[in-house]
């Protein structure tokens, strides 16, 4: 999945913004570097001392998301409404992180390459799932119209023959998580990178190689008929918190990537974010991020979760499958099965 792509838009717009945080000054490399708590999941705090020379809080940095790896989006439906770990589940998450972060160093020892190679498993905490609200931690029962959508939905975990593109979500094609997707951990590629000048906040994301240029001077939202597989934001700050809030989807991607056992969550152009992130300290963001899709599903839901810094992380090429050719092999070795 990590190969070199070129002539990717994204890469231009990756550019631009380091061109555009260059022009203004760099964070210094002196950082302190230690870990954080992950049960510092609301946005509260004292007041911010970290502002850029230009005046705006400073949320610059790395902050991947590889540590919440292994913390459930949804919370199991048999913890009810709690909201973080007993002791005993809490050793166990600790003790099953343990084995498989162990895969790795095993696969080295007996020379087969497997999951320990592919997986990035995260580090334990308590939080029994990102979604904070409803209480039960779990996305909001889908309409009538959501549920219609999502039967038609289909992606390569799909138990189908394959006959098209639209076989194939757009992860699948390289194309996107979308949002809100894209700002939960994945199994691997979970780097984000905030970067900021005059006007702009920028966040980079690791998986599918996408930048969000976010402007936070006042201008207005893009026309409504304008429509975008990552939607269109606009920023501001309220004190030392910056709030984001997205419109403008196309509602072609789904709202949470399910795997290969859950049932998609379908989004329509009526999909809004708001995300609001603020320092807590010097190496942790609190982000929480509200859903609201009344088309697509009953109530709006919340995640809240932080974001710690690493400025040792670096991102990897995530090249997907280049000249979407994986695609055209599925849907050939689907005919061909049936021809048989």
Known sequence: MI???IGNPNL????????????????SSDTDV??????????????????????????????????LNGTPVQRPEDMGDRRFLTDEEYAERVERLAGLNARYDTEIQTNKMGMGHWAEMGEPNRLTSLIAEPSNGRVPAMTDAAQRVSATMRSSWSDISFDSIA?????????????????????????????QAPGYVIIRLEIVHETRIIPVDG?????????????ESRGRWEGDTLVIE????????????????????????GLHLVERLRRADDDTI?????VEDPEMIAASWTA????????????????????????RDFINASRAERAR
């Open 3 to 5: 190969r070199l792509v």
């Open 12 to 27: 231009l717009m990756a550019i631009i913004a380091t061109l555009l945080v260059s022009a203004c000054g760099g964070r």
């Open 34 to 67: 230690s870990s954080n708590s992950a049960d510092a999941a609301s946005v509260t705090g004292a007041p911010s001392a970290w502002m850029t020379a230009w005046g705006d809080p400073d949320l610059r940095g790395m902050w991947p998301l590889d540590y």
């Open 167 to 195: 076989d194939f979500n757009a992860l699948d094609r390289c194309i996107t998580r979308g949002l809100p997707a894209s700002m939960f951990p994945f199994m691997y590629n979970s780097g984000i990178q905030i970067m």
């Open 219 to 231: 201008r207005p939202t893009l026309h409504e008929d304008i429509k975008n597989w990552m939607g």
């Open 246 to 269: 997205t419109t403008n989807f196309n509602g072609e991607s789904p709202m949470l990537i399910v795997g290969p056992f859950g049932t998609p969550i379908p989004t329509s152009h």
């Open 286 to 290: 609190n982000y929480e991020l509200r």
């Open 304 to 327: 809240a979760f932080p974001l710690k810094r690493d400025e040792e992380y670096r991102f990897f090429e995530y090249a997907c499958h280049e000249d979407n050719y994986t695609i």
